[in-house]
């Protein structure tokens, strides 16, 4: 079946240190990904997305991912957290049926 | 330029009653999107319109449950007899042509069931 996982609910870092939210998927055609952020009470921006090639992607804010096939992951990174960074993210994927499928969200919550 | 809008943000109704959500896409995308994000079940899709194809309706929950989109633009989504775990933030996206292309979201329309 095809699936988006994200294991961490909740990952709090102090200010100023690196973050990665992992994302892992499960499919056996090709696939879309993107990751999305929400803000307190507000709706779903995307943070950036991997169609093809290159599979380092850089989106706002800092952030980018990484698409592994062997791994089937595209984990989310940024090298220096801000205490607006604090909001839910949700890893997402195309499986080529139009819709998006999404992870259940990481809680990133920044430590001052 | 304007976004997806919502209407309204919010929505209290009593069980068992029909209720219309409403959601304006950016202006000249085709595509159009319903999601349902709840506790329990995380963000959901509902339904897809694509132009004036017929709408990908697999996401619907249960047959209380339509939606509309009228001249390719604004969706109504329509729930029927509505019931407690009906409710949950609808959100509508909207996008220029396929699912690769950005899905723009709107901020929901929270809907609480009594």
Redesign the interface.
Known sequence: AQSVTQLDSQVPVFEEAPVELRCNYSSSVSVYLFWYVQYPNQGLQLLLKYLSGSTLVKGINGFEAEFNKSQTSFHLRKPSVHISDTAEYFCAANFGNEKLTFGTGTRLTIIP | GAG?SQSPSNKVTEKGKDVELRCDPISGHT?L?W?RQSLGQ????LI?F?GNSAP?KS?LPSDRFSAERTGGSVSTLTIQRTQQEDSAVY?C?SSLR???D???????TRLTVL
């Open positions: 997806v595509a999107y999601y995380g963000l959901e899709f897809y694509q990908d996401g959100l996206a396929t699912a690769w950005t899905q723009y979201f709107g901020p929901g």
